[in-house]
């Protein structure tokens, strides 16, 4: 309220000097540009709380993502794992048993 208040003394000034066109097209321009940018910058206060809780949720979602895709590949591993297992232990015996016979 502060700023209208201050904008009529400097309307009524202007308006006694007699300003030529061009220079009340410009006061009309960049007055109608500063509206514009006060209410877009009420508008980006107002949607800004939702806009960030959408980013919350989508770095959860991320975050979830990359868990899942950890605990498939670590299942991965575990099972191949567990399946060269056997495979090593005959190997093993294996190359007991040649040591055994050869000595």
């Known amino acids: 309220m502060e700023r209208v ?10 308006m006694a000097q007699k300003p ?3 220079l009340v097209k410009l006061y009309v321009l960049g ?5 514009f940018g006060a209410v877009l910058g009420l508008m980006e206060t107002l949607c800004s709380p939702f806009t960030a809780a959408d980013r919350l949720q989508e770095q959860e979602a991320a975050v979830a993502e990359l868990q899942a895709a950890r605990e ?8 191949l794992l ?3 297992k056997p495979l090593e232990a005959v190997q093993g015996c294996r ?7 050869a000595s």
Do not use: F, T, Y
């Open 72 to 79: 498939r590949k670590a299942l991965q591993e575990r099972d």
């Open 31 to 35: 007055s109608v540009l500063a509206l």
């Open 5 to 14: 208040q201050e904008l009529i003394p400097l309307a009524k000034e202007l």
């Open 20 to 22: 030529s066109g061009k």
């Open 82 to 84: 567990e399946k060269s």
């Open 95 to 101: 190359a007991l048993s040649n040591r055994l016979h």
